[in-house]
């Protein structure tokens, strides 16, 4: 009779979290996922096409809770809506940044960089377009983009939220 084990995908998501985390990119593979959650390999690939995958897989659902989040806020304050799209980004970029600085994981997602960063931006500046809207209706996609460009880099770059906002509050008002 068939082993049944509860939340294997749960479980090999936070593995492979962990094991990014604690190991990196390279030294984390599906064996030692599959070796950690007690299950064979061929169960792994069962639920994920590729370590790639597994990695995107808990990488997406996570950014979706943290527009959850930001959505949450939504806030008629624009100070306050951008603080709130500026520590979502920044918890997340702490939260992997394993990842982010692995060497050997940017030769990997150096391919779907450029389109998952251009999403990101536009799910965004989505957030946003409301306060950009009031402030610049004929330029209010553009500038909502480039709030968010602005804030991603600098975001990432370890720059606190007041030393980008009071160039951005030149935009917004």
């Known amino acids: ?25 390279a030294n984390t593979t599906m064996r030692s996922v599959a070796r950690e959650c007690g299950l064979a390999v061929g169960t792994v690939y069962n639920y994920f096409s590729s370590k790639d995958m597994l990695i995107a897989t808990f990488m997406a659902e996570e950014w979706k809770s943290c527009l959850d989040e930001i959505s949450e806020s939504v806030i008629d304050d624009p100070k306050a809506l951008l603080l709130s799209v500026y520590n979502v980004i ?11 600085l692995d060497p050997e994981a940017a030769k990997v997602f150096a391919t779907v960089g450029t389109m998952r960063h251009r999403q990101l931006r536009s799910q965004l500046a989505a957030v946003i377009l409301p306060i950009c809207k009031k402030s610049c209706p004929e330029n209010s996609a553009f500038a909502a983009e480039f709030i ?11 720059v606190e939220f007041d030393e980008i906002y009071w160039i951005l509050e030149k935009i917004i008002k």
Do not use: C
Request: aromatic share 8%; no cysteine.
């Open 1 to 25: 009779m068939p082993k049944i084990i509860e939340n294997v995908r749960e479980q090999l998501l936070s593995e492979a979290r962990r094991q990014i985390a604690e190991r990196g990119y």
């Open 90 to 100: 920044s918890s997340f970029s702490k939260k992997h940044s394993a990842l982010f």
């Open 148 to 158: 968010i460009e602005s804030i991603l880099t600098w975001t990432h770059d370890g």
